[in-house]
């Protein structure tokens, strides 16, 4: 019966064309097949190409770090999620300009828009909501409860029914979009990992979402991770398989892909398209009509331009646009994928030549990076992010940290045994990435557990290693959702900020500075046991640890350099037992809420720029004028 639905709508869908706007994506194009959208995150604009002539049209500044366009139904307006500035853009692409900035909760991120234009969905990733937009009105009109760090979204082809991602676990939900709220969802193998995006199949009931897997038992340049291609049943009974996973580095035959970041199916549904963002490559697949097969290769995979991050195809399926983000272009391809019909620029290299040579070489998992193909710096640290596991390292479990504010808080490492950046090139050269690195021969090699990173310069010796540096170095903070406004603390928090630097509590002591960390690369490093050290049989470096940043935690749990504190009141209770870790222990519950209402609220106001720690080797944004 549900089946039967499903063939209903593909004639419904099949009538009137597009599934265009369906899915979320760095790429859109408008139902006529005449223009198509790109989102140049980091040039915080978004642009626009007539595909006739297969030229840029005009680029539009949007804001920080866009996320997603979606195409309002015919219309020349455009919506486009602006994840860093936590607005959602409306562009008349006719004109050229924003005509209005609707404000959002925090971090808008994947969005959708019902054919028909009326009404737009967007994923708010750390608040973990879709919301409703009323196009016309130009306003939120409903919050809907998601899950946990949701990205990925997609319209199923009646409408009815929102599908979302959560990027950490790779989670299905459903949302029905008339009750507004979750009504099943598809778990994923415990390793599922960054799953920022979905796409439904317009006459099959199956979604399919292009994700990695985090071994972190395993620390090896081919063990650790996994590219993956999960398939969703949408209408099997809940207690059958309902989820069925493709490992993409066994699919090609010997032929290793990575990081799929995005996939696309064409408007018939008879192909499946898949993007590597680490390896720079595709797979074109047929779909096939059977639950258990699902897909099928066709061909070998196709190399695409650098860090394809997108791909849609066009609205009679017989064109395929790649997004190749590194060069700023989109490729316009026949059907299989077998030719390049055109190359069209579109925006201008952003920031700085070595910021985006950092940022090629972070994403890449292709010589001298790693031997292997399996891994990329941006398979742990998307975009600066932490990819919310905890690694079981040599040294010890470690979890991932987020990299925003780095250039401020060396040295590196929870055992600060890294005072560089550079140092990075023995992570290349270690078993995890299994790479040549940069330095060439002689960079002498570590010594079990010891620090010999701290005695070799590495800065200052290559242009592509002070080049990753540079790209890793400059990421910053947003604001924390948690304040009232700008600078302001709401009054819970105003208490626990009294607490955090009372003397007898004594945060401060450690947490200091405008980072909230006594971090410093003047020598002797300051490291404190915070009697957190004893809880891992197989740490080698402990227990005393360097002292990490408090902003953004908010976003970051779990805590600790083990991850053994789920939440910031289990930091300061059942992990700090002895008060070593501040003196808790005589706080009343009220206290304690304060003082995490307080951490929760960092960062209430942007940090400096510079401070007497900031290392040389980063970015920073000059100030735009408009
Ligand atoms: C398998 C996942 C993984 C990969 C791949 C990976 N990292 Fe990390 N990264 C981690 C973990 C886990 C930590 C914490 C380790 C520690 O502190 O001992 C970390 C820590 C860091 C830090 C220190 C952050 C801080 O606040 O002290 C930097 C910088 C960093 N990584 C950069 C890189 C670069 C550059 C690459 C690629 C050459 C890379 N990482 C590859 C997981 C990974
Ligand atoms: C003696 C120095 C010191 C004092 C005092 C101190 N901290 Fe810490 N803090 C640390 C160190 C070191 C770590 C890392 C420990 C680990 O990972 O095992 C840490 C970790 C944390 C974390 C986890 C951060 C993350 O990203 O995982 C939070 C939250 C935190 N501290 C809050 C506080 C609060 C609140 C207080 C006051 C009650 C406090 N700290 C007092 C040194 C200190």
Known sequence: MLRSCWSFILLLLLSTGALGGSSNSLLDVRPDGSQLVTVNSDNGSISVVDLKTRKKVVEVHVGDKP??????????????????????????????????????????????????????????????????????????????????????????????????????????????????????????????????????????????????????????????????????????????????????????????????????????????????????????????????????????????????????????????????????????????????????????????????????????????????????????????????????????????????????THPLHWSADRDETQDFEYTIRSQLMQGAGFLGRGLKPKQGFQATELEVKTGGKSKDLDALAIYTNSFTFTLSPHIPAPGKLSPEARRGKALFFEETVGCAKCHSGPYYTDSSLTRPYKLHDVGTGQDDPLEKMGPKYDTPTLLGVYRSAPYLHHGKAKTLLEVLTTCNKEDKHGKTSHLTREQLDDLVAFLKSLPYELPPDETPNTVKDRFVEPKRKD
């Open 67 to 408: 996320e997603g366009a979606t195409w309002i139904g015919t219309s020349p307006l455009a919506l486009v999620t602006v994840y860093r500035d936590d607005h959602v853009a409306f562009v008349d692409t006719a004109q050229g300009k924003v005509v209005h900035q609707l404000k959002v909760e925090d971090e808008p991120y994947g969005i959708v828009a019902l054919k028909d234009g009326s009404k737009a969905y967007v994923t708010l990733e750390y608040p973990g909501k879709v919301i409703e937009i009323d196009v016309a009105a130009r306003r939120v009109t409903r919050e809907l409860p998601a899950g946990e760090m949701v990205r990925g979204i997609a319209l199923s082809p009646d409408e009815k029914t929102l599908y979302v991602t959560e990027f950490y676990t790779g989670v299905l939900v459903a949302i029905d979009r008339e009750l507004g709220k979750v009504v099943d969802r598809w778990q994923g193998h415990s390793t599922d990992n960054l799953a920022r995006q979905v796409v439904v199949h317009p006459t099959r009931p199956k979604a399919y979402l292009a994700h990695i897997r985090s071994k972190v038992l395993v620390n090896h340049g081919a063990g650790s991770i996994f590219p993956q291609l999960s398939v969703c049943d949408l209408v099997a009974p809940r207690e059958t398989s309902r989820r069925t996973s493709f490992g993409m580095d066994t699919f090609n035959g010997v032929y290793v892909v990575t990081n799929p970041w995005e996939t696309a199916l064409s408007p018939d549904g008879r192909w499946l398209y898949t993007i590597y963002a680490g390896t720079n490559d595709m797979n074109v697949c047929r779909v096939i009509d059977d639950d258990y097969r699902e897909i099928q290769r066709e061909g070998m995979p196709r190399r695409t331009g650098s860090n394809p991050r997108a791909i849609r195809t066009s609205p009679d399926g017989e064109e395929v646009y790649i997004y190749n983000t590194l060069d700023f272009t989109v490729t316009v391809h026949d059907q299989l994928v077998r030719k390049t019909l055109a190359t069209i620029t579109v925006c201008a290299p952003p920031k700085s030549p070595e910021w985006v040579r950092g940022k090629i070489l972070f994403s890449t998992a292709r010589y001298p990076l790693t031997s292997r193909n399996w891994i990329a710096c941006a398979s742990c640290h998307p975009d600066g992010h932490s990819d919310n596991r905890v690694w079981k390292n040599p040294e010890g479990l470690r979890r991932t940290p987020p990299l925003m504010g780095l250039a401020h």
